[in-house]
């Protein structure tokens, strides 16, 4: 199944495309422009990838309009690869030194999907000790980028430790949502007491 999803530059580009904005159609020539390919290559990539049933299409007026289909098997495994290649999310893995001692990094599902914030949740929690200036940079860029704001918390590992021992409530939250890990590893994230 890999190889139908991975074998070209384009598809890459057209997946990163589509699971960027999950919630977008594009016809044809938009795409083009997105992805900056020959149309041919773009057509031949949906085509492939619409055998795939990893994109379906739909006529609207005389375009013809592709998506993301959010039923293939995949969907979630690519949505966590393509926030980890475009956007904030690699923003923030390209510039992890800068940023500090960075333990964990997650994107809330409703995030990755560009679904609005839950009342009292965060799209971005990170765990470390975090050059906050250059965290704040990225956050504001992205915003700009997506025309919203973004909901962030940041906490020390002591601190996020301490508040997943105590179960606090905001904390729980976070972890009992569905999630993009960025940097890091779930069983970190989710773990009883976090470890030392």
């Not at 021992?165 to 976090?194: C, H, N, T, W």
Request: cysteine-free; hydrophobic content about 40%; charged content about 35%.
């Amino acid at each position: 199944m890999l190889k139908e999803i991975m074998v070209s530059k384009v598809r890459v580009k057209l997946l990163q495309t589509f699971l960027y904005q999950p919630d977008e159609i594009f016809y044809v020539r938009q795409l083009v422009r997105k992805v900056g390919e020959e149309i041919n290559a773009v057509r031949r990539e949906l085509s492939r990838m619409e055998k795939a049933n990893i994109v379906k299409k739909e006529p609207r007026g005389n375009r013809l309009y592709y998506y993301f289909n959010r039923d293939h098997l995949l969907y979630e495994d690519l949505l966590s690869m393509v926030h980890k290649t475009v956007g904030l999310g690699k923003e923030i893995i390209k510039n992890k030194s800068k940023l500090g001692r960075v333990k964990l990094v997650m994107f809330s599902g409703r995030f990755a999907r560009r679904l609005p914030t839950e009342e009292g949740g965060v799209d971005l929690l990170v765990v470390g000790d975090i050059n906050m200036q250059t965290l704040v940079k990225l956050v504001r860029t992205e915003e700009a980028k997506l025309e919203r704001e973004i909901n962030y918390t940041v906490m020390t590992k002591d601190e996020f430790n301490f508040r997943k021992k105590k179960r606090d409530p905001f904390l729980q939250g976070i972890l009992l949502g569905s999630r993009i890990m960025i940097i890091g590893d779930q069983e970190d994230l989710v773990a009883k007491y976090g470890g030392g």
